[in-house]
């Protein structure tokens, strides 16, 4: 298989070649066309010249032919009678048709010039044939003579000629350079973006790339240096994941295994036994949650449009959930505060309960008793804005940014003893993106939190 870089330069140089023959055939042709008939007439009005001046001092032809021949033309000089002269360098070939010679001699003028076969790579300008001439007939001494002449190619142009093989052979070559270069300075950095994907799919992710051009090459540069950037944060965030998933999984398993041992001791009282049991349950529990909190993320990580749209009331929505969390408020002795217009929204209304819950769960869970939670909602601009709101103890202005994260904990120890797994601001993120919308978050310690969502309307 060849390299780019091969390809490339056998591409550039078939170029190079193919338009040279086609600039060749069309500058044949336009010859044909054009210059040829303007050739014919020009070298016939030269021999008719010479015609005249021949008949008119015939004492000075052969001097005056030799004159004419040192400027650089070629003549014959034939009475068909064996008197034959040639006047300058030798035609490359003396091959004057059949019958030609008789027709000047006859009075005719003969255009060989037009006449001359067409051919796609012979242009017939330069080809010094007796074929390839001007006849006209001349009277000496009472004598008819068919004069055949035309320029001499070598002569006339034999300098230029070459000139400009020296310059079309410079240029082709000086291209062919340049391009070699210029295809080098192309595949260079795909190579090193070749280079770069297989360090990636090695795993590494330390990749340096330049950036600085600004054509296509540097953008596609820029963009995969962001690709990297981002495949490195995701596979951190996918190791950081596992090693969550399998400690928060571990710890319920092992308090599982540890407690279950304990049971199979017939010594164990009746009273130790119900507490083993209890816990053994809720750590069952713990797992449960976990198991469905997972599925829920995954299936929005992947199928984020599987959801089920229906028009619901969501004052209605909130006061449900408010009720499920009676009794937490009533033993935390919290106030609830709550201002929430008549809103339908569309949307997924299991998910998005799932959403308030997490927010008010975690409002709870944060307050200090004789607080107080205010949860309001309007709506404006065919969007709806719901904030809820605590007063409790608030979090450290370096940790907001991270809240969103799964299995972020900010007070670790406080939330893993009260059964939090760290997903649930997580999975209120992906359900509210999943409906278009935005979630942020305020606080400063001591101050309170507020969460505000903004969806979209019906």
Not at 93 to 121: C, Q, R, T
Not at 381 to 397: A, F, R, S
């Amino acid at each position: 298989m060849k390299s780019l870089y091969v390809r490339m330069c056998l591409v550039f140089c078939s170029v190079i070649l193919v338009s040279s023959v086609l600039g060749f055939l069309a500058s044949n042709f336009y010859y044909q066309q054009r210059i040829k008939p303007q050739n014919d007439a020009k070298l016939t009005k030269m021999a008719i010249g010479l015609q005249q001046f021949i008949e008119a001092y015939p004492d000075a032809v052969g001097e005056y032919l030799l004159s004419t021949a040192s400027l650089g033309y070629k003549m014959y000089l034939s009475d068909n009678a064996g008197d034959e002269r040639f006047y300058g360098l030798p035609f490359r070939a003396n091959d004057l048709a059949p019958g030609a010679l008789e027709k000047v001699l006859a009075g005719e003028i003969y255009h060989g010039v037009a006449e001359f076969p067409s051919s796609p790579f012979v242009t017939g300008f330069f080809d010094n044939q007796l074929t390839n001439t001007i006849g006209v007939p001349v009277q000496m001494e009472g004598t008819t003579y068919a004069l055949f002449m035309r320029p001499d190619a070598e002569v006339q142009f034999g300098e230029l000629r070459s000139f400009f093989a020296v310059i079309i052979a410079v240029t082709i070559l000086l291209s062919m350079w340049f391009m070699m270069i210029t295809v080098f300075h192309i595949v260079k950095p795909i190579t090193r973006l070749t280079e770069a994907t297989q360090k990636i799919s090695k795993g590494r992710y330390d990749i340096k790339l330049y950036t600085a051009r600004r054509d296509e090459i540097g953008q596609l540069a820029s963009h995969f240096m962001a690709m990297s950037r981002e495949l490195e944060r995701t596979n951190r965030a996918r190791q950081e994941f596992v090693a969550n998933v399998s400690h928060e999984i571990e710890s319920p398993l092992t308090s599982i295994q540890g407690f279950a041992r304990e049971l199979r001791d017939e010594g164990v009282e009746p009273a130790q036994r119900t507490e083993y049991l209890e816990i053994i349950e809720e750590e069952s529990r713990r797992l449960a949650r976990l198991s469905s909190q997972l599925l829920t993320l995954s299936s929005l990580d992947y199928d984020s449009n599987a959801l089920e749209l229906q028009p619901f009331g969501l004052r209605a929505q909130l006061r449900q959930v408010l009720q499920l969390l009676e009794w937490r408020l009533t033993d935390g002795e919290l106030a609830v505060r709550m201002n929430v217009e008549d809103i339908t929204l569309r949307g997924d209304a299991n998910l998005l309960h799932q959403v308030w819950m997490n927010l008010l769960s975690n409002a709870v869970r944060h307050t200090p008793p004789g607080g107080t939670i205010t949860i309001t909602a309007v709506a404006g601009d065919n969007t709806c804005t719901v904030t809820v709101k605590d007063t409790g103890t608030g979090i450290d202005p370096e940790k907001l940014p991270m809240i969103f994260d799964r299995f972020y904990r900010a007070d670790p120890a406080r939330t893993r003893g009260q059964g939090s797994s760290g997903l649930g601001l997580s999975i209120a993120q992906s359900i509210i993106h999943a409906h278009g919308g935005t979630i942020e978050a305020a606080s400063s310690p001591g101050a309170g939190t507020s969460f505000t969502v903004k969806l979209p309307l019906a």
